[in-house]
Every structure is written in C-alpha cells, then in structure tokens.
C-alpha cells in the first residue's frame, strides 16, 4: 500500500489526466487522448450518472508522462466568426502571443509614470545608494545623513563616499538596481528601471510557465494577468527594493526545475517499450537503469537560486525546498515508468547529480556575486583576515585572506538579522499577511488645496500615499485558492496543486521561525506568482471539464447538465476576475502615489489596520 501524499508531490497524476477546466489554447475542450473510460460501466454506475457521477478516467502512460497540451475546440472557430486559415494561425501563436500580450499591458502600467513620485521612499535611501556605489567603485560606501534631499536635487553634485558601508544584504539585488542607474542616471527612475524590467518579465514568465505546469495557455495568461494586477507585485515593481529581485530569480529557478522535469520524463518515454499496438509500456529495468543525462534547465535553475540567496538570505530556504522537490519528481517520474522501488532508483542514479546541479552552482554563483568586494581593499570588512583580529586565525594556512574575511562579514550579518527586533510602525506578523492585515506605506504626503494637483476647492487637504499591499479581492481569494490546493494535493494526487504549494511554504513558512523579528508584509512578493497559480487553478475548477463525446454506452448529455454547469462556472468565474480588477484600479490610486480628495483616501482603507 502506498501512500496518497507523497505521490501527489512528486509527480502521480490525478485520474482523468492533466487538462483542467477550460484548459485550452483559446476555448474549452477535452485533451485527446489523455483519458479513457476505464471499462464498461456497471449498472449501479449507469444509475448514477443522472445525478452527477463521473466515471474514473484511466490516463494513458504517454500521457502520464508526456501529458499533451489542450487543443482548441471546434466552437472556437465558429464563434470567432474568421476564417479557418486565421483561426488557425491564431491559434499558432497563441502560446507565445498571449503571454506576450499580458506582459505588454503589466509593462505599460508598471513604466508608466516610473520616475513618480520623484523622492526616495522607504528602503530605496538604503539600496538605491548602495546600488550606486557598487557600479562606481565595488562595494558599497557610508553615506551621511540627510543626502537624500541633494540626491533628489543635484544627484551629479553628489560624490560616492569611499569609507566602505556596512550592508547587511548580498550585492546582486543592489547591483541589479545600479545597472538601472549606470543606463539612465542617479534618480528615481534610473534606480526603479531594472525592478520594472524584472517585474515586467516575471509576468511574462507565469504566463509560460502556468501554461506548461496546467498544459493551457488560457490559465497560463490567467495567471499571468492575476500577477499583473496585484498591486503588491505592481508596488514593488516600482520601487527599488530587493524582495521583487529575489521573486524574479525564485519564480526563474521555479521554471527551469519545471522545463527540466518534462525533458526527464520525454526521455524516460522515448526509452521505454511500445507493444505491437503502438502503446507504451512500462517497463522496470529502464525505468531503474536508465541515466536522464545532460540537464541543463537544473544546472539553470542552480545560477537561479544562487542568485536568489544571493539577493536576499531567504532564499535559502527556496533552494532546499526547490532541491527535495524536483528530486521527488524525479521519483515519481521512475515510478510512472515502472520503476518497483523508484526511491532506490533515485538514489543511485538521481540524488548526486541533482545535488551537484543545485548546490555547488548556487554556493558558486553567491560567491562570484561578491566579486567586486573581493576585488577591493576598502569594503567593509575586507581586510579583517590580514590586519583585524582574524589575522591570526587557525585557518589562514587552508583558506584566503578574502575567505575569511567574508565568512567573517557573513557572520556578523547573520547575527544582526536574528537579533532585528526593534519595533517598526509598519511591521506585522506572517499570520496576518495573507489577509493584508497591516500593509506598509512607503510614501505619503498631505498637499494643501491648490497644490500638487489637490483642487483648490476641496474641503480639507488632499492624500497622495505609496501603500505597498495586495489587491485585496485577489489575495482574499487566494485564502480559498490554497485551502482548493491543499485539498487537490492530499485527496486528489494533483501533482500541480503540490508543486504550488511547496512554492508557496517556501516562501512564507520560513518566516514564522522568527517571530519576534522585524518583518513586514511586502516580503511576501516572493509568493505571489504562486497565490496567483493557486486562484488560477482554482478558477480552471470552477470553470468545470468541458463535455467530451458519447461514453462507451453511447450515453451523452441530453438534459445538458453539464454544458449548464460549465455555463454557470464561466459566469462566476468571469465575474471574479472582473472584480479583482476593478479593485487593482480602485486601488490604483494608493499604488502610484497620485493625489486624491482625503475622503476617496479614506473610503480606500477597508481595515483599520490599513492606516
């Protein structure tokens, strides 16, 4: 007997094959070939179906494997009312022109208006200086107090500092942010243009890889539109942060671990047996011999993470939840193929290269992100090993001076960031973040009547505020999305409701180790992408399984109960999404610093604890 759980995670596909509601490039249709009734029904079954049974589906091993990608339903062409040559070469480019559309719309709100509002806002007085610095001379510098006013005014009057800085984050997301500044100059919309670049394409981004993990370009562009209206995705786009650089490389490594497990199984299929019948068979020895290879999309994903650990320390954890979870796909791919005790099978052939994939590429990839520290003899900590108190340190003879003097730099680091608990006006626990229970404002100002575009007859002063949060309606939705997942994963062996949700823990859990700690709801972006994934599959179930042909009895749908019930899904489906972005656009306002009457301000702070 095995175990429903584990089979979900890596890989066992639920009954009835991977289409998910109108899991199409275009419209709803069943995949052909993905699923099979398994045999004549029993009486009790024909019974049965006029209130509603669905027989089991029985997926085919190709398809199990290889699972096919949804095809366009005939009524696409009719309802188009375009010529069948058109239709088709719509279709044709869907895959790549729908997510490329999607990310046209994210870029144009996301650069629009980018240099406003021309200030320094929240943490940028920290990355964007440091950013600065790194593209000028290698290492961050010690900035005085108070520069920001004469960056904002004169940033060419403005000399890099050379005494070094102490910084308490990795270089890439600051350098990052600096390529941004080296291109357009030291202003805001120089160190905000690489986080909308990054935002931009990790929209484009979930749309492909929504469409590989769901085999559908409608709920790979659904989700990618989702992300595009979140307005904690959209907030953090425009500004100069790190937590939106660290979710670009984290939902990267995501996708090539993704790419890399459909490659594993297209081999694991192209080696396995076919019967006389053209149907592909298991088969044990090739199944638990067979080397998968080259894999260059884990090597990828192995820079990705690096990168993302290079940004911020959180990811970290990604990387370790990353590495168990395509090492479980793996095992679930050995099974499908027939592999009786795939775990052993893994073990021997899987596990080191995996390992080697990951960990020393991503190890590597930090080190070499420290590449202009190490080069210079003035940051911060640079020469601790040489002439501080680790000059006569008991390591000297195995490793560098610059060594350990980073090991030292990382040490220190590590105890400020655990031992961060002075309170902050903004700061919330992660319990709360996936409700939006305390959001952060990064900029706010109270213009007079008559002044930075507040009406000269308004009653009181106006607002214009920076509010770094979710779109309510989204992030309230994901709440069912991922109890939806959760239960897909553990009751229905989806293997695509566990990756996302192992994306999500990844995430967010490791946040509750450190409860007394100094947080606040925008480390969240990282998940984002991944509560999007959520609603999105959740919305392909309400959405239903499009109605196929006669069963093997010759039965159909003649009361049409089930174009009614899809009918009635499309309908509420399509009204949610209408509504959340509605709620992007009313609260569009708050997301790009734009000055509004004190009483609209007001009707937009749903929560209390909103203000």
């Known amino acids: 007997m095995t175990s429903t759980a584990p089979k979900a995670l890596h890989g066992q596909d639920e009954p009835g094959g991977p289409a998910l509601g109108s899991g199409v490039d275009g419209a709803a249709t069943a995949v052909p070939g993905a699923a099979a009734e398994a045999g004549p029904p029993s009486p009790w079954e024909r019974r049965l179906r006029r209130f509603g049974h669905v027989p089991r589906r029985v997926t085919g091993l190709r398809e199990r494997l290889v699972p096919p990608y949804a095809t366009p339903s005939p009524l696409l062409r009719t309802g188009l009312g375009l010529p069948p040559g058109v239709v088709d070469r719509l279709v044709r480019l869907a895959p790549w022109g729908g997510p490329l559309l999607v990310a046209l ?174 149907v592909l068979r298991p088969d044990e020895r090739v199944a638990r011999t067979l080397g998968l290879g080259w894999r260059p999309w884990r090597l990828a994903a192995g820079v990705m993470l690096g990168l993302a650990a290079a940004t911020k320390w959180n990811g970290l954890y990604i990387m370790a939840a990353f590495g168990l979870l395509t090492v479980a796909w793996d095992v679930g791919a050995r099974r499908v193929a027939g592999a009786h005790r795939p775990y052993r099978a893994v073990l021997r052939r899987d596990v080191l290269p995996a390992f080697v994939s990951v960990v020393p590429v991503a190890l590597a990839t930090y080190v070499a992100s420290w590449t202009g520290w190490i ?107 991922l109890l939806y997942v959760l239960w897909r994963w553990l009751f229905r062996r989806d293997w695509r409701a566990g990756a996302i949700a192992c994306a999500v823990a990844a995430g967010w859990a490791p946040w509750f180790l450190y409860q007394e700690r100094t947080i606040f709801l925008f480390y969240a972006v990282v998940f984002v992408p991944f509560l999007c994934l959520a609603v999105a599959m959740m919305i392909g179930a309400m959405l239903g399984r499009p109605a196929g042909p006669p069963d093997v009895d010759g039965l159909v749908d003649a009361d049409g109960s089930a174009e009614m019930r899809r009918t009635v899904g499309a309908i509420a489906a399509g009204v949610l999404v209408l509504l959340i972005i509605w709620n992007f656009l009313y609260f569009l306002p708050l997301y790009t610093g734009e000055t509004i009457p004190m009483e609209e301000w007001r009707a937009r702070m749903w929560l209390d604890t909103w203000v």
Request: glycine fraction near 10%.
């Open 105 to 278: 719309v994210a870029g144009v709100l996301r650069f629009w208006n980018l240099g406003s509002p021309h200030a320094v806002i929240f943490d940028e007085t920290y990355y964007a200086k440091d950013a600065w610095a790194l593209v000028n001379q290698g290492y961050e510098g010690a900035w005085p107090k108070d520069i920001d006013k004469t960056i904002l005014e004169n940033p060419d009057a403005v000399a890099v500092p050379v005494d070094p800085g102490y910084v308490v984050h990795p270089p890439v997301g600051k350098w990052v942010i600096g390529l941004g500044e080296w291109i357009f100059g030291f202003n805001p919309f120089g160190w905000r243009f690489m986080v909308a670049v990054l935002g931009t394409l990790s929209v484009l981004m979930l749309c492909r890889i929504g469409r590989r993990l769901f085999r559908s370009t409608f709920l790979g562009c659904l989700a990618g539109g989702l992300l595009a209206v979140d307005g904690l995705h959209f907030v953090m786009s425009r500004s100069a942060l790190l937590d939106q650089v660290l979710m670009f490389f984290v939902l990267a490594a995501f996708g090539c671990l993704l790419v890399d497990r459909d490659r594993a199984r297209a081999r694991l299929a192209a080696a396995l047996p076919v019967d006389a019948d053209g």
């Open 375 to 481: 080069l210079s003899d003035k940051g911060y900590f640079r020469n601790w090993a040489s002439t501080g108190a680790g000059r006569d340190s008991s390591w000297s003879w195995l490793f560098p001076d610059w060594w350990r003097s980073l090991w030292h730099y990382e040490s220190e680091v590590y105890t400020f960031h655990v031992n961060l608990t002075s309170g902050h006006t903004y700061e919330s626990n992660p319990w709360s973040w996936i409700v939006l229970g305390r959001p952060v404002s990064y900029f706010y100002e109270s213009p007079a009547q008559g002044v930075d575009g507040c009406p000269a007859d308004a009653a009181e002063k106006c607002a214009r505020e920076v509010l770094a949060i979710g779109t309510p309606l989204l992030w309230w939705t994901a709440c069912f999305a």
